[in-house]
C-alpha cells in the first residue's frame, strides 16, 4: 500500500519549474547561483519538479551559431545531472521537444505590449552587451517565450538568477492577464533566488560568466581548479603577506565563504587574514583543497554519466514525453478558456492523423 493510502491524501506538492540556457559546460557561478536551489528543492521532496533545457532562448542570441547548440546541450545536461538532478525524481525535458510552447507563447504574445517586452532591463543589457544595433523579435520575446516555459506547466515556484526576476514578473502579469480576460487557468509563479546571485569571476570582476573567461568549470581537472585559484585576484591593497588584508570583496574569501564546508577552517583563516598573519597562498591552497572536495563527486557521476552513451537521449527523451502531455492538458484548458475550441471534430481529425 502506498504512504498515500495509509495515511490519507498527500497535500498535492507544489509545482517548480525553472529552465537552463545550454551554453556548454556550467561553472561555479551557475551552480551557487542557481542549481544548488534546485537541488535542495528536489530533494526536499515538497515539489513536484520540472526542468526545462530552453535551446529555443539560446537561439535568440545564438542564430549564427545554431549548429553549436546540440553539444551545449549535451555537456550542460551533463552536468546538470552530475551534481545530482535525478530523472527519476525530476522531469527534465528539451523545450524544442515541445510544440504546445512555441504555440502558448504566440498566444501570449497578444498579451505582452510592445512597450512593456521593451522595458525588460536584461533586453537593454543583452542588445548592449552584444553591440547589436537593434533586438531581433526573437530576443524581445525572450520574456514572453520563458512564461511560456513558466505556465506551460502551471509552474508555481521558479528557482532563478536574479536578473530574471523581470521575467518572473512579466510572467505574472501574463497570467493575471489571462486569467482576468477568460478564466482562473495560471497561478502567480514567484522567483526564487539561490544563495549567491552573483559569484565573482577568478579575475575578481562581478559575475563569473564564460565569456569573460573568468570561470572554474564543475568539470574542470584538479590541476587546472589549482592553476586557475593560484593566479586569482585578492585583496589589491595588501602588498605583503604582514600587511592586514580584506576579506569582503576579496573574491578567494568568497569562494570559501561559498564552497569551503570547514567552516573553522574559513573563520581562522578570515580572522588571521584581517590581522596580516597569513599569506595569500595559503589561503589559496586551502581553497583549492575545498574546491576539490565538493567537485571530486560531481567530478565521477559525470565520467560514469559519459561512460554511459544512450543515457542522456533516454533522460530526454522520458522527461520530454511527461512534459508533453502536461503542456497537451494545459493547451486544452487555454483554448477552452479562450473559446478557441471551434471545428472539434477537424482538430482531432488532424491531431490522429499525424
Ligand atoms: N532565461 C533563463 C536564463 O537565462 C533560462 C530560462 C528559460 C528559464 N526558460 C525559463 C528560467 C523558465 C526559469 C523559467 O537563465
Redesign the pocket.
Given at each position: 500500500m502506498t504512504e498515500a493510502r495509509k495515511n490519507g491524501p498527500v497535500p498535492s506538492r507544489k509545482r517548480l519549474?525553472?529552465?537552463?540556457?545550454p551554453t556548454g559546460r556550467y561553472h561555479l557561478g551557475n551552480y551557487v547561483g542557481?542549481f544548488e536551489k534546485d537541488l535542495e528543492l528536489q530533494n526536499s521532496g515538497q515539489y513536484e519538479c520540472f526542468f526545462?533545457v530552453?535551446d529555443y532562448?539560446a537561439l535568440t542570441t545564438g542564430y549564427e551559431t545554431a549548429r553549436e547548440i546540440g553539444d551545449d546541450i549535451r555537456e550542460g545536461v551533463l552536468d546538470f545531472l552530475a551534481v545530482g538532478i535525478d530523472p527519476t525524481r525530476s522531469t527534465l525535458y528539451l523545450?524544442s521537444l515541445i510544440p504546445e510552447v512555441s504555440e502558448l507563447f504566440l498566444l501570449f504574445t497578444m498579451l505582452v505590449a510592445k512597450n512593456r517586452a521593451e522595458r525588460i532591463p536584461?533586453l537593454k543589457e543583452q542588445v548592449r552587451d552584444l553591440k547589436l544595433e537593434s533586438a531581433s523579435l526573437g530576443l524581445l520575446n525572450?520574456?514572453v517565450?520563458?512564461?511560456a516555459?513558466?505556465l506551460m506547466v502551471r509552474?508555481e515556484v521558479?528557482?532563478?538568477?536574479k536578473?530574471?526576476l523581470s521575467?518572473?514578473e512579466l510572467?505574472r502579469e501574463v497570467a493575471r492577464r489571462f486569467n482576468t480576460l477568460y478564466a482562473p487557468v495560471f497561478p502567480e509563479s514567484e522567483?526564487l533566488v539561490g544563495r549567491f546571485p552573483k559569484l565573482p569571476g577568478t579575475d575578481g570582476s562581478p559575475k563569473m560568466s564564460k565569456s569573460m573567461g573568468n570561470t572554474i568549470l564543475l568539470s574542470d581537472d584538479p590541476e587546472t581548479v589549482r592553476k586557475k585559484v593560484m593566479s586569482m585576484y585578492t585583496d589589491p591593497t595588501r602588498l605583503r603577506a604582514t600587511d592586514p588584508g580584506h576579506v569582503r570583496g576579496n573574491p578567494v574569501f568568497t569562494y570559501h565563504d561559498a564552497f569551503n564546508d570547514n567552516h573553522e577552517e574559513v573563520a581562522e583563516l578570515k580572522a588571521r587574514y584581517t590581522k596580516g598573519r597569513v599569506g595569500d597562498v595559503e589561503v589559496k591552497q586551502k581553497l583549492v583543497a575545498a574546491l576539490n572536495r565538493f567537485l571530486d563527486p560531481i567530478r565521477e557521476r559525470r565520467a560514469e554519466l559519459e561512460r554511459r552513451p544512450g543515457y542522456l537521449e533516454e533522460v530526454l527523451a522520458d522527461g520530454s514525453r511527461t512534459a508533453r502531455l502536461e503542456a497537451r492538458e494545459t493547451l486544452r484548458l487555454v483554448r477552452d478558456a479562450m473559446g478557441l475550441n471551434y471545428f472539434p471534430a477537424a482538430r482531432a481529425r488532424v491531431e490522429s492523423a499525424v
Open positions: 519549474l525553472t529552465g537552463l540556457r542557481t526545462l530552453a532562448h523545450q536584461t525572450y520574456p517565450l520563458q512564461a516555459d513558466i509552474g521558479v528557482p532563478v538568477g536578473d530574471q521575467h518572473i510572467t522567483g
